[in-house]
């Protein structure tokens, strides 16, 4: 079944916080995704 439930479809989550990424600030047509996290270690990296 594809839709919300396709696992494709979620946004990433950061390896070091476990928190959902974010597309990165003024992203238009790039799908990068970044920990928007700031006590992450890997805050700002794309994940």
């Known amino acids: 079944m594809a839709g919300w439930e ?3 479809d979620r946004a990433p989550i950061c390896p ?3 928190v959902t990424a ?6 238009v ?11 992450c270690e890997a805050f700002g990296d794309e994940v």
């Open 16 to 18: 070091a916080c476990g």
């Open 29 to 39: 047509l790039d799908t990068t995704f970044v920990c928007e996290n700031p006590d």
């Open 6 to 8: 396709d696992e494709d």
């Open 22 to 27: 974010l597309p990165r600030e003024g992203a």
